[in-house]
């Protein structure tokens, strides 16, 4: 029904955007990874997706059409509706999600809240074809690239209200300034020192 939807951010939350657009005020639930995205915008273009279901028709806005497609393809599969495809979404950039079911990584998965085993292998046996046939060759070659200790560390973090994109790109600092591996706690720390 709506492809995108750009206008001024009247309200913003963690979960949820109001934009005006002609006058217009469109209710959006976004995920935390779109949020982290617009989270210093006062303007934005989010692309949309329009859920109806018996009583219930709900819009939910992303930063980049990738997200949305994912989104779209997560709630095709049985089981998932609109708020779990969300949570995942919350928990994993896009091309994580790719990546994940391309090598039928289930750990990722399992790390997102509510996902467990067999919701994981079905999104994987219900996606990885449709995945494949979208992505480029360099995601299909390269390896799951998930560091549990960066994840749990990321999680933690934002847990105690930092937020995310700053953390992410420190933690990424550190890994890579680190000639050896760290446990969670050790990260933790060294993103601390540097937000002091």
């Given at each position: 029904?709506?492809?995108?939807?750009q206008?001024?951010?009247?309200?913003?939350?963690?979960?949820?955007?109001?934009?005006?657009?002609?006058?217009?005020?469109?209710?959006?639930?976004?995920?935390?990874?779109?949020?982290?995205?617009?989270?210093?915008?006062?303007?934005?273009?989010?692309?949309?997706?329009?859920?109806?279901?018996?009583?219930?028709?709900?819009?939910?806005?992303?930063?980049?059409?990738?997200?949305?497609?994912?989104?779209?393809?997560?709630?095709?599969?049985?089981?998932?509706?609109?708020?779990?495809?969300?949570?995942?979404?919350?928990?994993m950039?896009?091309?994580?999600?790719?990546?994940?079911?391309?090598?039928?990584?289930?750990?990722?998965?399992?790390?997102?809240?509510?996902?467990?085993?067999?919701?994981?292998?079905?999104?994987?046996?219900?996606?990885?074809?449709?995945?494949?046939?979208?992505?480029?060759?360099?995601?299909?070659?390269?390896?799951?690239?998930?560091?549990?200790?960066?994840?749990?560390?990321?999680s933690?973090?934002?847990?105690?209200?930092?937020?995310?994109?700053?953390?992410?790109?420190?933690?990424?600092?550190?890994?890579?300034?680190?000639?050896?591996?760290?446990?969670?706690?050790q990260?933790?720390?060294?993103?601390?020192?540097?937000?002091?």
């Open positions: 029904m709506y492809a995108y939807i206008g001024k951010i009247t309200h913003k939350t963690p979960t949820e955007v109001y934009l005006e657009n002609h006058g217009v005020g469109y209710h959006l639930h976004i995920s935390l990874n779109t949020y982290a995205d617009i989270e210093n915008l006062n303007e934005v273009q989010l692309f949309t997706h329009f859920y109806v279901k018996e009583d219930v028709q709900t819009l939910y806005g992303f930063s980049s059409n990738e997200e949305k497609n994912i989104f779209q393809l997560l709630i095709s599969v049985s089981g998932i509706g609109p708020n779990t495809a969300r949570i995942v979404l919350s928990g950039r896009a091309e994580d999600v790719q990546k994940a079911i391309v090598h039928e990584d289930v750990v990722t998965f399992n790390k997102v809240k509510g996902i467990g085993p067999k919701t994981a292998k079905r999104i994987i046996l219900d996606l990885k074809d449709k995945v494949i046939k979208t992505v480029d060759e360099q995601l299909i070659s390269s390896g799951p690239t998930h560091n549990t200790n960066q994840n749990e560390a990321l933690a973090l934002i847990a105690l209200g930092f937020p995310k994109k700053s953390v992410e790109k420190l933690l990424e600092k550190v890994i890579k300034r680190s000639d050896s591996d760290q446990n969670v706690e990260l933790i720390k060294e993103v601390l020192k540097q937000l002091r």
